[in-house]
């Protein structure tokens, strides 16, 4: 079973930084794509930033400049500065993967919510 740990959330003052963090575990073979995803309160899940196998990064136009994702292994991360209150929302980590058995496979975090407010 593959799963996906969060870490690195809380609240923070407008123009603060965080660090969040997702571990994964299980028997992953090859991963495609890993990110980060965000829903705020009566929105949808919006992409933030993904990483692709070759290292390939890619931003959603309002967090570009500001935040950075990067990748170690399974884990990823997401440096994120200049925050705004606009960027509130629960955040998650989102896998794209295939396992030792080859069955591909879209694994979700379980969500950590950020908070930017004065």
């Known amino acids: 079973q593959v799963q996906l740990v969060e870490s690195g959330g809380g609240l923070v003052q407008p123009g603060g930084s965080l660090r969040l963090s997702c571990a994964a575990s299980?028997?992953?073979?090859?991963?495609?794509?890993m990110g980060w995803y965000r829903q705020a309160p009566g929105e949808q899940r919006e992409v933030v930033a993904d990483?692709?196998?070759?290292?390939t990064t890619r931003y959603a136009d309002s967090v570009k400049g500001r935040f950075t994702i990067s990748r170690d292994n399974a884990k990823v991360y997401l440096q994120m500065s200049s925050l705004k209150p606009e960027d509130t929302a629960v955040y998650y980590c989102?896998?794209?993967?295939?396992?030792?058995?080859?069955?591909?496979?879209?694994?979700w975090g379980q969500g950590i919510q950020v908070t930017v407010s004065s």
């Open positions: 299980g028997r992953i073979a090859s991963i495609y794509t």
């Open positions: 990483i692709l196998s070759d290292g």
């Open positions: 989102n896998l794209d993967a295939a396992t030792v058995t080859m069955r591909r496979l879209q694994v």
